[in-house]
């Protein structure tokens, strides 16, 4: 079965960067891309890119284009999401989900990166 | 890349049906016949419920039916449960391997 993976809850300081992994589990990794969303409290769900697993190409939401790098690692399977020059309003939850070229079908567990002085 | 608007709330009693809207552009949920949904229980991560309009994912119950005309998509559930409580977003393909998600509606089962 599909499974993905996330890495653990971080707390940052305005300013700094945080890499968020996630380790793909029970398909084919290079068949599919990453996406990147994040949720807010209370808020709506936000895309913010995506991956591809088979050559590394990306696609951003304007809103992220110049504070995010998605990259994979293939040997391991796992994507990674690093956000940089953190503000509080990035205190979100972030999810990794499995983007099959048109929508994404499957979730990870979520990130809740909290930005705090 | 504008969010997709949606009814923050909605609700219904038990055994009635539901409907949800999600209302884009011509760029993205005009454009395409790859508008998906997702439900959200509370504290729990999404879960795919309809892709390509109007498509379940094995698994899902056949209340759950979405349909699509013009800009606007929308998201029926049937037959309603206690357990379909839960927030449901719905989101469109807008080209170039990009993606739009709504804002999310809150489903109450009165």
């Known amino acids: 079965q599909v499974q993905l993976v996330q890495s653990g809850a971080e707390v940052k300081k305005p300013g700094a960067s945080v890499k968020v992994s996630c380790q793909a589990s029970?398909?084919?990794?290079?068949?599919?891309?990453i996406s990147w969303v994040r949720q807010a409290p209370g808020q709506g769900l936000e895309w913010m890119g995506r991956?591809?697993?088979?050559?590394?190409?990306?696609n951003f939401a304007q809103k992220f284009q110049d504070r995010v790098t998605m990259t994979t690692d293939t040997s391991t399977t796992t994507a990674y999401m690093e956000l940089r020059n953190l503000r509080y309003d990035d205190t979100a939850m972030y999810y990794c989900?499995?983007?099959?070229?048109?929508?994404?079908?499957?979730w990870g567990h979520g990130t809740l990166i909290t930005v705090s002085s | 890349q504008s969010a997709l608007t949606q009814p923050a709330s909605v609700s219904g009693s038990p055994g009635q049906s539901v409907t949800i809207s999600c209302t884009g552009t011509?760029?993205?949920?005009?454009?395409?016949?790859?508008v998906s949904w997702h439900q959200q229980h509370p504290g729990k991560a999404p879960k795919l419920i309809i892709y390509e309009v109007n498509k379940r994912p094995s698994g899902v119950s056949n209340r759950f039916s979405g349909s699509k005309s013009g800009n606007t998509a929308s998201l029926t559930i049937s037959g309603l449960q206690a357990e379909d409580e839960a927030d449901y977003s719905c989101?469109?393909?807008?080209?170039?391997?990009?993606?739009?998600f709504g804002g999310g509606t809150k489903l109450t089962v009165l």
């Open positions: 011509s760029g993205d949920v005009g454009s395409y016949n790859l």
């Open positions: 029970g398909y084919t990794f290079i068949n599919y891309g």
């Open positions: 991956i591809s697993g088979y050559n590394g190409d990306t």
């Open positions: 989900a499995r983007f099959g070229t048109t929508k994404v079908d499957y």
């Open positions: 989101c469109s393909y807008a080209g170039s391997s990009t993606l739009v």
